[in-house]
């Protein structure tokens, strides 16, 4: 049984503070929750929410990190900085990366590689934009970020990754997959691993969906096979909306 991952995906908002007391609302509300609740949550924030994380079920993750241990990256931060912290997950490849930050398949990989490397663990996103849905290009794409966003890891570390699937259209703008497109599309995810890896393998690997989940439809979503919960953007910046979410 794989378990369920529901991941905070704060974005750029909250200063330390409002991390703080989000942390403190929410801690009361997720503490018996039975899936994996992460805040995904600003570099700033970082240290402040692991402290007040800690002794709570709630794990602390960032939203971007570099391959390369130290050197001359102005502005970075590595995955041996997050880990040195106490940080557990990091989200790697989003959607808003790959298109404002010339994020790529290649430095995706590397950075995934780079996550498991040091212990991090880390939740990739693939998601296709409108145009290439209705194209039908959907399930090559995200099929194909999927295998080079996996490229030269070993079987575990594979079976450790976390795949968000993420609909580029549906990202903040209200507008959901259907449960049903959502779970065939994280089938066809599962059945790409499955093809490279063994079924196995691919049977272990967390695939979340992201894209305007929301308390009203979470339930809905969380409860389809192949979905092993969610990536949260604006419906995480509540603490009582993503508790709900959160105990789906
Ligand atoms: P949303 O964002 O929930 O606001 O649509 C999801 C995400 O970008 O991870």
């Not at 018996?32 to 794990?59: G, M, R, W």
């Not at 990989?109 to 991090?120: C, I, M, T, W």
């Not at 066809?188 to 890896?197: A, G, T």
């Amino acid at each position: 049984m794989r378990k369920k991952v529901i991941a905070g995906n704060w974005k750029m908002n909250k200063l330390p503070n409002e991390a703080i007391s989000f942390i403190e609302q929410l801690e009361p509300l997720v503490k018996d929750c039975e899936n994996e609740v992460v805040l995904c949550v600003p570099y700033i924030d970082l240290f402040y929410s692991l402290l007040y994380a800690q002794k709570t079920n709630i794990k602390i993750g960032a939203q971007n990190m570099h391959w390369e241990e130290n050197g001359a990256y102005t502005g970075e931060v590595s995955a041996e900085m997050l880990k040195a912290i106490g940080v557990e997950y990091v989200i790697i490849g989003h959607s808003e990366r790959r298109a404002y930050f010339a994020e790529t398949d290649e430095t995706v990989n590397k950075k995934v590689k780079k996550a498991h490397l040091v212990g991090l663990n880390p939740i990739v996103c693939v998601g296709e934009t409108l145009e290439q849905r209705e194209q039908g290009k959907t399930i090559e794409i995200i099929t194909n970020q999927t295998s080079k966003a996996l490229e030269g890891l070993t079987e575990e570390q594979v079976a450790s990754t976390i795949i968000a699937y993420e609909p580029i259209w549906a990202i903040g703008t209200g507008k959901t997959a259907t449960a049903e497109d959502a779970n065939s599309a994280i089938h066809e995810i599962r059945n790409e691993i499955s093809k490279k890896y063994g079924q196995n393998i691919a049977e272990r690997v967390i695939i979340q969906y992201g894209g305007s989940v929301k308390s009203t439809n979470s339930q809905e979503l969380f409860s389809m096979p192949d979905i092993d919960g969610g990536l949260v953007g604006g419906a995480s910046l509540n603490a009582e909306e993503f508790s709900k979410i959160a105990n789906s």
